[in-house]
Nanobody, 121 residues
Framework: QVQVVESGGGLVPAGGSLRLSCVAS????????MGWFRQAPGKEREFVAV????????HYADSVKGRFTISKDNAKNTVYLQMNSLKPEDTAVYYC??????????????RGQGTQVTVSS
């Protein structure tokens, strides 16, 4: 089972940028699809982005499409989420997820501690 540690969150003004990182353990990292979910206070955890094991396929939630970019560096066992043009509604705890494929990834795939992103208006 892949263990993940997220980092890179912080406080940023609206319109700003952040890059989240997720370092994963395990020699099978290169075979995993990786994703990001987020959870705002009082809301359910929601899908943000996912990338296939070979970086050939990406999907984004409509709310972040065109602003966020997910990427995966298999040599570093790391997945990134570049977040641009941030909005106050992006404020949430962001969680990294690992799964054997894109189709099997769910919110339950995100087992890390998360990293807090706060966007001020």
């Amino acid at each position: 089972q892949v263990q993940v540690v997220e980092s890179g969150g912080g406080l940023v003004p609206a319109g700003g940028s952040l890059r989240l990182s997720c370092v994963a353990s395990g020699r099978a990292f290169s075979t995993y699809a990786m994703g990001w979910f987020r959870q705002a206070p009082g809301k359910e955890r929601e899908f943000v982005a996912v990338i296939s094991w070979d970086n050939s396929i990406t999907h984004y939630a409509d709310s972040v499409k065109g602003r966020f970019t997910i990427s995966k560096d298999n040599a570093k066992n790391t997945v990134y989420l570049q977040m641009n043009s941030l909005k106050p509604e992006d404020t949430a705890v962001y969680y990294c997820a690992a799964s054997s494929s894109i189709t099997t990834m769910t919110a339950r795939s995100a087992r890390g501690q998360g990293t807090q992103v706060t966007v001020s208006s």
